[in-house]
T-cell receptor
Framework: DQQVKQNSPSLSVQEGRISILNCDYT??????FLWYKKYPAEGPTFLIS?????DKNEDGRFTVFLNKSAKHLSLHIVPSQPGDSAVYFC????????????FGQGTELSVKP | DTEVTQTPKHLVMGMTNKKSLKCEQH?????MYWYKQKAKKPPELMFV???????INESVPSRFSPECPNSSLLNLHLHALQPEDSALYLC????????????FGPGTRLTVL
């Protein structure tokens, strides 16, 4: 049973436009969500996080939105840059699970010049 | 120092070999993690150490044996592995407790022949 789902395996966006990556979860105990970016042959790099007491968190070009009622979160990248091309993983955890992260399947973002 | 380092970068071993993966961080983090990532799949948690004690074992086969000698070091001892254990092994660290982002190392690419 996949508790964190990223239904789009890939996304292609023009440079300068907005990239929107989506993530859905099923476990209502999740209360902390993170986005990671991964280049081939490297470990995931932390981008941004949000706790369930917020519905939005912003850091530079990256904004994460959380809709708890829909069990849905999204990552917005504005403006998109070619260097943003990577695989993006959504991850979730529950406060009582000792830091255990459950990852989605990932979305491969391609930003074209 | 905001880096998690892992050695070796690549490892090829036979099914009868014994080898070890090493992970080191100097960020003062008291939680450390081992993940396994197969191609085109998300990272999957294997073990969590909190304050140098094993706190989570995700039902990992005993041919994988973790060790945390001190707060900066994490080892994964490998013995009698199977070809299906070939994967990218990722180490991560974080502040102990919930709601903390995990910082990943670059991983060790393991091939079992």
């Amino acid at each position: 049973d996949q508790q964190v789902k990223q239904n789009s395996p890939s996304l292609s966006v023009q440079e300068g436009r907005i990239s929107i990556l989506n993530c859905d979860y099923t476990n209502s105990m999740f209360d902390y969500f993170l986005w990671y970016k991964k280049y081939p042959a490297e470990g995931p790099t932390f981008l941004i996080s949000i706790s369930s007491i917020k519905d939005k968190n912003e850091d530079g070009r990256f904004t994460v939105f959380l809709n708890k009622s829909a069990k849905h979160l999204s990552l917005h990248i504005v403006p998109s840059q070619p260097g943003d091309s990577a695989v993006y993983f959504c991850a979730a955890s529950a406060g009582n699970q000792g830091g255990k992260l459950i990852f989605g399947q990932g979305t491969e973002l391609s930003v074209k010049p | 120092d905001t880096e998690v380092t892992q050695t070796p970068k690549h490892l090829v071993m036979g099914m009868t070999n014994k080898k070890s993966l090493k992970c080191e961080q100097h960020m003062g983090h008291r939680a450390m993690y081992w993940y396994k990532q197969k191609a085109k799949k998300p990272p999957e948690l294997m073990f969590v150490y909190s304050y140098e004690k094993l706190s989570i074992n995700e039902s990992v086969p005993s041919r994988f044996s973790p060790e945390c000698p001190n707060s900066s070091l994490l080892n994964l001892h490998l013995h009698a592995l199977q070809p299906e254990d070939s994967a990218l092994y990722l180490c991560a660290s974080s502040q102990a407790g919930a709601y903390n982002e995990q910082f990943f190392g670059p991983g060790t690419r393991l091939t079992v022949l």
